[in-house]
């Protein structure tokens, strides 16, 4: 994950580069970020993830977007502007849903790593998704065949939920009876 540009910039600014560029851009504290093309195995993984969630939650009030969509996190206990695209969001509460974004906090997160972002999902998105309230994250490391979820405590911080590497079931403790075999999700 690199910077846009070494300089801050207003989010109108943001928006006016974000018109005119192809790149997934994201806005976090004045900063805007460029998010890698995804390789082959990460959209692979991606499609795996949206498909088994998405059959999940098919018929409840939540719903799946996948990369690239908009999010802007907003929380009245949380000031300033952030933007981010994560893989996958589920998004329980709509009403926060706009014509170009959804302004809200999504109920789960799915961040999946690339070599070159690992810093970024790992420290930079799970602080900002824990301290807007996103109540559950879930890190999919590639290099490693490795799922970690995160979810929220009473105390609004997170906690490791489930950790797999290589084999085995990942739960949810948001969605209960959501399992998620690894194996299925890394193999090619």
């Not at 994950?1 to 192809?22: A, G, K, P």
């Not at 799915?110 to 999902?121: A, F, G, K, T």
């Not at 209960?176 to 690894?182: H, K, P, S, V």
């Amino acid at each position: 994950m690199n910077l846009y540009r070494t300089d801050s910039m207003s989010v109108d600014e943001y928006f006016q580069i974000r018109e005119n560029s192809d790149e997934l851009l994201e806005y976090i504290d004045g900063f805007v970020y460029i998010s890698p093309s995804p390789s082959t195995k990460h959209q692979r993984i991606s499609r795996k993830l949206e498909n088994i969630f998405g059959n999940f939650i098919e018929g409840n009030q939540c719903e799946l977007f996948h990369a690239p969509y908009d999010i802007e996190l907003k929380n009245a206990k949380v000031k300033g502007t952030k933007i981010v695209i994560p893989d996958i969001s589920i998004i329980c509460d709509k009403s926060g849903f706009t014509e170009a974004r959804y302004v809200g906090v999504p109920s789960l997160i799915v961040e999946i790593l690339s070599p070159s972002n690992q810093s970024h999902d790992l420290i930079t998105k799970l602080n900002l998704y824990m301290n807007y309230g996103v109540k559950e994250y879930w890190i999919v490391n590639p290099m490693l065949n490795a799922v970690t979820v995160y979810a929220l405590n009473e105390e609004y911080m997170y906690e490791q939920h489930d950790i797999q590497k290589n084999k085995g079931e990942v739960t949810s403790r948001l969605f209960e009876g959501f399992r998620l075999d690894i194996e299925d999700v890394f193999k090619s």
